[in-house]
């Protein structure tokens, strides 16, 4: 499916990059969707950021790419690390009601979760160098 409408960033690999992403993605995305689904790509785009600048990015810059197209939003944050991001949780700590322990929620291993809970379809592709992790919003059943 075609792009309606794209906008590709440059992110330095710093903390406070984080935050103006967000900003910086919001502005073109506004209208994009209803606002709900706005608020959840940012906050995905948020833990995938903190992951790359966390554990992959190694002083270097990251590429956020947004686009829609008719039926979807998606955001792409490319790093020069090959390895992904781990999406693991040992069954003995998924507690009785499928809740996760407050431990795990509170400081880190949280990003794919909601990623995962808040995108439609997400995945991790390689790159050369490195790999994008990438999620989308459904916006034409809205």
Same mark, same amino acid.
């Given at each position: ?18 935050? /103006?992403?967000? #900003?910086?993605? %919001?502005? @073109?995305?506004?209208?994009?969707? !209803? =606002?709900? $689904? ?37 955001? /792409?944050?490319? #790093?020069?690390? %090959?390895? @992904?991001?781990?999406?693991?949780? !040992? =069954?003995? $700590? ?49």
């Amino acid at each position: 499916m075609a792009e309606r409408e794209s906008t590709q960033l440059d992110i330095s690999a710093q903390p406070e990059a984080v935050r /103006e992403a967000r #900003d910086a993605v %919001r502005k @073109p995305t506004d209208g994009w969707g !209803p =606002a709900d $689904v706005i608020d959840d790509l940012i906050l995905c785009l948020s833990e995938a950021l903190t992951n790359a600048i966390t554990h992959a990015a190694h002083g270097r810059t990251l590429a956020v790419h947004v686009s829609q197209t008719e039926t979807f939003i998606r955001i /792409e944050v490319t #790093d020069c690390d %090959r390895h @992904p991001p781990v999406f693991a949780i !040992p =069954a003995e $700590v998924v507690l009785a009601d499928n809740q996760l322990p407050e431990r795990l929620l509170e400081e880190h291993g949280r990003g794919l979760f909601l990623i995962d809970a808040l995108s439609s379809r997400w995945g991790i592709e390689p790159r050369s160098p490195g790999k994008v992790v990438w999620f989308e919003q459904d916006i034409a059943r809205r």
